[in-house]
């Protein structure tokens, strides 16, 4: 196929150039062991320093206070395990949002399954955490707030800031998953009073198995892998040195662009919204409007349903992802997309969209062209679109 | 994911439509599990099936097993028609991945269905027919989740 637009970027981006290139003496020429004596080796211990410290800088943190893990999910376990395991004695309960990541509602089960007590806050319809209602869940045993800084399926951005302020007025403890948002919105932890965050390399650019959870100094917290004195003797094992300077190169780039990165990918994303608002009917943009990741598109079309949607798509070239059940292998559609209160059905009919700034308005006009004449032929063959019509002949 | 027979079917769908006063209609899914077959048969006074639309919401299996099963009963008396069953799809379609095996299903139970609705409007009785069940995914086990 010569043709291919690539917009799953919330799924993973393609390493940029300039961080493989940073990455390849790591494996061949700087190999060493960074916590061996001979210079050689413990060279390697000043790069990972100096990674440290270009990820702080850009959270408003200090060096010793970033983590490296081996990506996104890995940080959450750590999170919210290492701090049930260490607070256990004060209490019990976290809080959290029914729309966080399986990577936070997984662990959260697996705490749940031992004693642990978590409150599942709901969302509105365009997928924001009511600040309140976090206030009003706090209890005296709560040990623990874990809410997302930005949804990866609808991009809402959640108010971070407000949440962590309450956090801090009760002494809990504030974690937020920030794979999706880190280096694509500005975040600053002491602003947002933010104890804990969790970042992921290859969704900015970065490369995979590399990633890094940052630990407000003070934070009382279990280690995570025992075995070595690497992270602080948090997370021991030789470290991942290849993969920590391409996440270090991959935000250094991020970074720098951030701005004019946002303002572009805003633009081109508002314009793929408004075309198929306005030219694909009974279609609903899921996750709000404007306090939205400038990468994220998510529509939901009534009457067909995701995954033939995304075949379709593939045929042109065009890769997306959909919240239908058919392509999370369960039977239920994207729990992100019921927590917004969408019906099964039109769950089903959902299409995520997640850009780059290489995204052209050619690109979108491709893209949508498309979209409208598949929607149209799957929903020829739909019989719930056949009722539908019915329905409105009918009536008229 | 699919075989390429499965992905034929599913970019050139065969038999999808209505027909108007059909001699049976049959409706079965669930818009819920995300899947919903309506198949039309036009049943001629010897029995045999002369012609079959289908419509799907669903997935590339859904689309693709409700097309297969259309051909697979064109042109076939109704006895014929009941031996169409899910093995039958799936095997004509080169099989389906593990977690599509329900669309082949669905197909069988749609064309049960339409020939329930048949056979209940002309009073026959079909040997080896039963009332379709309104929902496929009835008494299917949850999936057991381990943390």
């Known amino acids: 196929m010569d043709k291919l637009i690539y917009l799953d970027n919330a799924a993973t981006t393609r390493t940029a150039p300039e961080v493989v290139e940073a990455m390849l003496p790591y494996f061949t020429e700087h190999y060493?062991?960074?916590?061996?004596?001979?210079?050689?080796?413990?060279?390697?211990?000043?790069v990972i320093a100096k990674?440290?410290?270009?990820?702080?800088?850009?959270?408003?943190?200090?060096?010793?206070?970033?983590?490296?893990t081996a990506g996104g999910t890995e940080s959450d376990n750590w999170a919210l395990t290492a701090t049930a395991e260490a607070y256990a004695e004060k209490g019990k309960h976290i809080i959290t949002s029914r729309i966080e990541h399986h990577a936070i509602l997984h662990t959260c089960a697996y705490l749940e399954k031992r004693g642990y007590e978590v409150t599942y806050l709901d969302v509105d319809e365009n997928g924001l955490v009511d600040p309140a209602a976090v206030e009003a869940a706090i209890r005296p045993d709560t040990i623990l707030i874990s809410i997302m800084f930005a949804n990866n399926e609808i991009g809402t951005i959640e108010p971070i800031a407000e949440i962590g302020k309450i956090a801090r007025a009760h002494g809990v403890l504030f974690h937020t998953d920030a794979v999706q948002a880190f280096a694509h919105v500005p975040i600053n932890v002491d602003e947002c009073n933010i104890d804990m965050l969790s970042a992921s390399g290859h969704?900015?650019?970065?490369?995979?198995?590399?990633?890094?959870?940052?630990?407000?100094?003070?934070?009382?917290?279990?280690?995570?892998?025992?075995?070595?004195?690497?992270?602080?003797?948090?997370?021991?094992?030789?470290e991942n040195v290849p993969g920590i300077v391409g996440l270090g190169k991959a935000?250094?780039?991020?970074?720098?662009?951030?701005?004019?990165?946002?303002?572009?990918?805003?633009?081109?994303?508002?314009?793929?919204?408004?075309?198929?608002?306005?030219?694909?009917?009974?279609?609903?943009?899921?996750?709000?409007?404007?306090?939205?990741?400038?990468?994220?598109?998510?529509?939901?079309?009534?009457?067909?349903?995701?995954?033939?949607?995304?075949?379709?798509?593939?045929?042109?070239?065009?890769?997306?992802?959909?919240?239908?059940?058919?392509?999370?292998?369960?039977?239920?559609?994207?729990?992100?997309?019921?927590?917004?209160?969408?019906?099964?059905?039109?769950?089903?009919?959902?299409?995520?969209?997640?850009?780059?700034?290489?995204?052209?308005?050619?690109?979108?006009?491709y893209v949508v062209d498309n979209l409208k004449e598949i929607v149209a032929q799957l929903r020829s063959m739909s019989p719930l679109y056949e009722d539908f019509v019915k329905k409105q002949e009918k009536n008229q | 994911m699919y075989t390429e027979k499965v992905m034929d079917h599913f970019q050139h769908p065969r038999n999808v439509g209505e027909i108007e006063n059909a001699s049976g209609v049959g409706t079965v899914g669930n818009a819920k599990c995300g899947d919903i077959m309506r198949i039309y048969l036009d049943i001629d006074e010897d029995q045999i099936i002369r012609d079959v639309k289908f419509k799907t919401f669903g997935c590339g299996a859904a689309v693709a097993t409700s097309s297969m099963a259309t051909e697979l009963v064109k042109g076939k008396s109704v006895q014929e028609a009941m031996e169409v069953t899910n093995k039958?799809?799936?095997?004509?379609?080169?099989?389906?991945?593990?977690?599509?095996?329900?669309c082949s299903l669905l197909a069988e139970e749609a064309i049960h269905a339409a020939l329930w609705d048949y056979a209940e409007?002309?009073?026959?009785?079909?040997?080896?027919?039963?009332?379709?069940?309104?929902?496929?995914?009835?008494?299917?086990?949850?999936?057991?989740?381990?943390?």
């Open chain 1, 203 to 238: 969704k900015l650019n970065g490369p995979k198995g590399i990633g890094f959870l940052y630990i407000r100094k003070g934070v009382k917290i279990r280690s995570f892998i025992h075995g070595g004195a690497q992270e602080r003797k948090r997370r021991a094992g030789t």
């Open chain 1, 251 to 365: 935000v250094e780039l991020a970074a720098a662009s951030m701005k004019e990165r946002m303002d572009r990918e805003t633009e081109i994303r508002d314009y793929l919204i408004s075309r198929i608002g306005k030219e694909i009917p009974y279609c609903r943009l899921n996750g709000d409007r404007t306090k939205r990741l400038p990468n994220n598109v998510n529509f939901s079309f009534r009457f067909i349903e995701g995954e033939s949607l995304l075949i379709m798509l593939d045929m042109k070239g065009i890769c997306a992802s959909s919240g239908s059940a058919c392509t999370s292998g369960s039977l239920d559609p994207s729990h992100v997309l019921l927590a917004i209160g969408l019906p099964h059905e039109i769950a089903h009919g959902s299409l995520r969209m997640t850009l780059d700034e290489e995204m052209t308005k050619e690109d979108v006009d």
């Open chain 2, 121 to 147: 409007k002309n009073g026959i009785k079909i040997e080896g027919l039963e009332k379709p069940k309104s929902d496929i995914h009835e008494g299917e086990e949850e999936e057991e989740e381990e943390y």
């Open chain 1, 51 to 68: 990674q440290r410290e270009i990820i702080a800088g850009v959270l408003g943190a200090k060096a010793n206070e970033i983590y490296f």
């Open chain 1, 32 to 46: 060493g062991n960074p916590s061996s004596v001979y210079g050689f080796a413990s060279a390697n211990k000043e």
């Open chain 2, 88 to 102: 039958a799809v799936m095997e004509a379609l080169d099989g389906l991945p593990p977690v599509k095996v329900h």
